[in-house]
């Protein structure tokens, strides 16, 4: 009788752990699809909120006086979220002109073409427009003729003044909304072949050329541009030309230098400020300004305390397309703390309708791989969405 019983309380017991066992298994099954069914709408969510972010991050160029001339822009504004666009008269990979601009009434059309495929925000418009020998919207084509800032410079604050305002006019008026000026350089070097010798520093004087800066900055925002001081942390004292090649001024270089960007943070507000493809060891002997963290996050953001956007000089000139990868250039722009990176689509590397999807996908493995994280990336385009927000 006893051994009855002990069979039949090892039967029960087995009998009850294999319901148990069941009931567990349909519990964790059931909690597995639960979770799946919660997570997926928050991971995909997620995922669009990343892709959007990216896109805000990307300054692009493309080639077309219209829209419809360059079909795969409807795509990278409305499908990957591009944020801003730049704009160019010459097109470098052919050697033509009118590239965007050939005249007011076409650039006036073009830039409201541009911002119907983006009705939600607005879309940042950019343009370098300095005056004298770096001018887009040239006096040949129907725009105003604006000197150059050292000539008006020279000329006192009155003019300085009457050729900022005429510039900001000139862009309002064809809905170009960020300008890439003034031009923060000292004029170390007058021989400096993209600087000095183009008269694009306003002075030698560190003071004058936060003075000129300051008045540039006022009259672009009083007239809906924003501005973007330039080229940080100086490329006045340089010899050579970054558009062909990697150009070091760690011996030419003087801390002065940065001093226009410490006056017009301590007193104005800098909305942006665009960073040079210049090697200074005197900072970091590793990487050009704008792929080095030490300048950028060290220098920029720490030391000086700026908190705007910050800007690449385009990623298709020479310093960079010569001597880095494309992913390398990517990781390490992001890496040292910029917002907004330039990818022109107009050096001598030819153009590339794709240059968009291909750089989304890059940022995305690399959030994938935890090379960088989506905080990182949310962070830069929280600051261009706030830029933004002072055009409306």
């Known amino acids: 009788m006893m051994r009855h019983h002990a069979v039949w309380h090892e039967f029960n017991s087995y009998f009850c752990s294999m319901i148990c066992r069941r009931f567990s298994l349909k519990c964790s099954l059931l909690s597995f699809f639960l979770m799946l069914f919660v997570a997926s709408p928050l991971v995909a969510q997620d995922d669009e909120q990343l892709r959007r972010d990216i896109g805000e991050m990307l ?80 006096a040949v084509d129907g725009f105003p003729r604006i000197a150059s800032p050292r000539q008006t410079a020279l000329g006192g604050p009155d003019s300085v003044r009457h050729y900022a305002r005429l510039t900001a006019q000139m862009l309002q008026r064809a809905g170009v909304n960020f300008n890439y000026a003034p ?23 560190t003071d004058e050329v936060a003075s000129c800066c300051r008045i540039w900055l006022q009259e672009l925002g009083r007239h809906g541009v924003i501005g973007c001081l330039k080229h940080f942390p100086g490329h006045g004292s340089a010899s050579a030309d970054t558009h062909k090649g990697l150009v070091d001024v760690s011996r030419t270089w003087q801390p002065y230098e940065l001093a226009p ?53 385009d990623l298709a000139m020479g310093a960079i397309i010569h001597h880095y990868d494309f992913e390398t250039v990517i990781f390490q722009a992001i890496h040292a703390g910029s917002d907004l990176l330039c990818l022109s689509n107009n050096g001598t590397n030819g153009y590339n309708p794709d240059i968009v999807p291909q750089t989304v996908d890059i940022i995305l493995r690399l959030v994938a791989d935890g090379r960088l994280s989506a905080d990182r990336i949310h962070e830069s385009a929280e600051r261009v969405r706030k830029l933004k927000k002072t055009l409306k």
Not at 96 to 102: E, F, G, S
Not at 287 to 301: E, F
């Open 59 to 138: 300054l692009v160029g493309f080639r077309g006086q219209s829209v419809d001339a360059s079909p795969h822009l409807r795509r990278d504004i409305q499908q990957y979220h591009v944020g801003a666009v730049i704009l160019f008269e010459y097109d470098a990979p052919s050697g033509t002109r009118h590239r965007n601009i050939a005249s007011p009434a076409q650039l006036r059309s073009l830039c409201q073409q541009l911002q119907q495929l983006s009705p939600s925000e607005p879309l940042l418009i950019g343009i370098d427009q300095e005056g004298g020998k770096v001018c887009r919207m040239r």
């Open 183 to 205: 031009v923060a350089d000292v004029n170390v070097n007058p021989a400096c072949p993209v600087i000095g010798k183009l008269e694009r520093s306003f002075s030698s004087d």
């Open 261 to 313: 960007y410490r006056i017009l943070m301590a007193h104005e507000q800098v909305p942006a400020v665009m960073v040079a493809h210049v090697i200074n060891s005197r900072i970091d002997s590793l990487w050009p300004a704008s792929l080095s963290q030490a300048t950028v996050t060290g220098l920029l953001r720490n030391q000086m305390g700026f908190d705007g956007v910050i800007v690449t000089d």
